[in-house]
């Protein structure tokens, strides 16, 4: 933290725990959205009666957490590399943070595209599901990853936006993106029957109107900043080289945590359907936990960046610590609202008997 200095932050900037808030609470909303699409997702194939439709869904969406989210730092990244920019002023290299961003998101969903069939061949190899859990998975899978180049771009635009402070924005794409994913689910799987693919193509159409209307309001927001790309910026090798720089530990750290999720749905797939959709169930309620703190991580991000970037360290540390007191209180009152009412919504998600029953035997 060599590079911030010790100026103190004036009265009219010095941070409240209602400023952490008001932050913090359109990303939290944005990212419950995130979750309740899974829960959604999960319910709405769980109505068909098939554990192993259940259980497809879990191995797929499995998969391409895993995918995508080994490259979340375009997300995180560049959420804290935009809110730096912004803090010293520098207009010009918030647009090329973008810029690069973007070309760094098309060029892995390509790759992922292109890359499909090994994907395929290794994930369904180490999650071991059943052959009936495995033939729609596969299905599930060359339908979503077309989706690939369209969610890495909705990572950075919702990066972006929130490290400029609209958080506001990144709420509205988030219920766009998992609004139309569940009003689409419904539609392809409960209406037309379209099953396990249903879900896939729900979600691919959903990621592509995201990515669409983010490029739009990103395209305004620009023009209202008089801060019109150039891309010779953009492709600066510093500029590209700092990038990396950030991303490469955060792309580390993602993939040792997908590592454990990954390996925690596999051993469950191992233990047949049964466990496979009850593991798929309980997940959901870990999944809303995260998100609702991401919601601190992420407004943390945007505080401190903007500090470092002004050159504010004490707002620095107030805002570390500001942040992580609500992350403490929000932790234990999700603990305790699972704790009362987590029964009632492994029925609400599952109609088999025997995934409810094993919900409820290991939800504590």
């Known amino acids: 933290m060599s590079h911030v200095n010790e100026s103190s932050t004036s009265p009219t900037e010095r941070l409240t725990y209602g400023r952490v808030l008001s932050?913090?609470?359109?990303?939290?909303?944005?990212?419950?959205?995130?979750?309740?699409?899974g829960?959604?997702?999960?319910?709405?194939?769980?109505?068909?009666?098939?554990?192993?439709?259940?259980?497809?869904?879990?191995?797929?969406?499995?998969?391409?957490?895993?995918?995508f989210w080994a490259f979340g730092f375009l997300r995180m990244g560049t959420t804290g590399l935009c809110a730096q920019a912004d803090g010293a002023g520098d207009q010009a290299e918030?647009?090329?943070?973008?810029?690069?961003?973007?070309?760094?998101?098309?060029?892995?969903g390509v790759l992922l595209i292109l890359l499909q069939w090994p994907l395929e061949w290794v994930s369904l190899y180490f999650l071991n599901g059943?052959?009936?859990v495995e033939a729609e998975t596969r299905h599930y899978f060359h339908i979503r990853i077309w989706s690939a180049p369209f969610a890495l771009a909705n990572y950075a635009f919702l990066g972006w936006f929130i490290g400029l402070?609209?958080?506001?924005?990144?709420?509205?794409?988030?219920?766009?993106?998992?609004?139309?994913?569940?009003?689409?689910?419904?539609?392809?799987?409960?209406?037309?029957?379209?099953?396990?693919?249903?879900?896939?193509?729900?979600?691919l159409i959903a990621e592509i109107l995201a990515?669409?209307?983010?490029?739009?309001?990103?395209?305004?927001?620009?023009?209202?900043?008089?801060?019109?790309n150039d891309w010779s910026r953009a492709l600066e090798i510093s500029g590209l080289r700092r990038m990396l720089a950030v991303n490469s530990d955060l792309m580390i750290r993602t993939l040792c945590l997908?590592?454990?999720?990954?390996?925690?749905?596999?051993?469950?797939?191992r233990s047949g359907d049964i466990i496979l959709a009850a593991n798929a169930v309980l997940l959901q309620f870990l999944n809303?936990?995260?998100?609702?703190?991401?919601?601190f991580a992420f407004a943390t991000e945007v505080l401190t960046g903007r500090a470092i970037g002004a050159g504010r360290q004490a707002q620095f540390r107030r805002a570390v610590h500001l942040s992580s007191v609500w992350a403490g209180a929000v932790s234990l009152a999700v603990a305790a609202i699972f704790v009362v009412g987590g029964g009632a919504v492994i029925d609400a998600m599952a109609a088999n008997p025997e995934v409810r029953e094993n919900g409820r035997l290991y939800l504590p």
């Open 288 to 295: 809303i936990s995260s998100y609702l703190l991401d919601g």
């Open 39 to 67: 829960v959604t997702s999960t319910a709405v194939v769980g109505q068909l009666g098939e554990a192993h439709l259940i259980g497809a869904v879990a191995l797929g969406a499995t998969i391409f957490t895993l995918l």
């Open 130 to 132: 059943s052959a009936a």
């Open 165 to 203: 402070g609209r958080t506001q924005t990144a709420l509205h794409l988030q219920v766009v993106l998992n609004g139309a994913n569940v009003v689409l689910n419904i539609a392809f799987v409960t209406w037309l029957g379209w099953g396990v693919g249903g879900v896939a193509i729900g979600t």
């Open 211 to 228: 990515a669409a209307l983010g490029a739009v309001i990103a395209g305004r927001e620009l023009l209202r900043r008089s801060a019109a």
């Open 258 to 269: 997908l590592f454990a999720f990954t390996f925690f749905t596999a051993q469950a797939a």
């Open 23 to 37: 932050i913090s609470l359109p990303i939290i909303l944005s990212n419950v959205t995130t979750p309740l699409l």
């Open 94 to 108: 918030v647009s090329a943070i973008l810029a690069r961003a973007l070309l760094l998101a098309g060029g892995a």
